[in-house]
């Protein structure tokens, strides 16, 4: 009788999840983005105690340039986004639903805060300010519809923020009171997507098995590559070789 009720309960499993729940149908991927060149200094985009800009509240202290962070012992380039090119027909199902409803932007010291983040067409986007000056958060998107709002000094509650459609490239966000700030935002409607690490590392797991394609995108350089592809294997990490970046192209832009 026990036998009979465990193939019950089989069979059952296999009726609602057919066979996602079969771990030889996903794999992970993972990899790592490195500059190649002579490492320059970085220099901020706010010093501190610039008296040419007129905000006090923006040169209490020196303003980072986040769109070059690059680990100088390991050479990795932070703020990559790595995702899938489209959708694909099968998704995990513990991923199907994003584990957060919400993710926080943030802006400190006059600065964005997270620089680079993933947004799934699911979630709310949380934009507050922990700075005691009025902020502007100005969204540049291709299908959604463009958003332009004041945030209020000290802001803890937030301004939400919800996008219906995928985006094709990572969303440009600036505040038009401050001109130096800006962000990226990459809109998804599927869980592939992630950012590299600050050692420029990036990890992607239960994907679909078979050849999957990928696309590459930094601020400073744009489209790394359109069309990577990757071959995901059964209960397994594939690791990509490592993709080089050159310093010179990042500081064209």
């Not at 409803?101 to 400190?108: I, L, M």
């Not at 964005?112 to 993933?118: A, C, L, N, R």
């Not at 979630?123 to 519809?145: E, G, I």
Request: aromatic share 8%; with cysteine; hydrophobic share 40%.
């Amino acid at each position: 009788m026990l036998l009979r009720l465990r193939m019950i309960s089989v069979i059952v499993c296999l009726l609602l999840f057919g066979t996602s729940l079969i771990a030889e149908d996903w794999g992970a991927w993972k990899g790592r983005v490195v500059v190649t060149g002579d490492l320059p200094e970085v220099a901020p985009l706010v010093a501190r105690g610039d008296t040419a800009v007129k905000d006090s509240v923006c040169t209490a202290g020196d303003v980072p340039d986040d769109s070059l962070r690059i680990d100088p012992e390991s050479r990795g380039l932070a703020g990559v986004f790595v995702f899938l090119r489209r959708k694909p027909k099968a998704i995990h199902p513990e991923l199907e639903v994003s584990a957060e409803s919400e993710v926080v932007f943030d802006q400190k010291g006059c600065r964005f805060v997270p620089h680079t983040m993933v947004v799934r067409t699911d979630q709310t986007v949380l934009v507050k300010s922990d700075d005691p000056t009025n902020h502007n958060t100005h969204t540049h998107p291709t299908f959604n519809t463009p958003e332009n709002f004041l945030v209020q000094p000290n802001n803890r509650d937030g301004v939400p923020l919800e996008f219906r459609l995928p985006e094709p490239n990572p969303v440009k966000v600036t505040c038009d009171l401050h001109p130096w700030m800006n962000a990226h935002w990459l809109v998804v409607d599927h869980p592939y997507a992630t950012l590299t690490n600050e050692k420029g590392e990036f990890f992607i797991e239960r994907l679909p098995v078979g050849e999957q394609t990928f696309r590459i995108w930094h601020e400073r350089f744009g489209w790394i590559d359109k069309s990577l592809k990757a071959e995901i294997a059964a209960d397994e990490t594939r690791d990509h070789t490592t993709i080089e970046v050159s310093i010179d192209e990042l500081l064209k832009n």
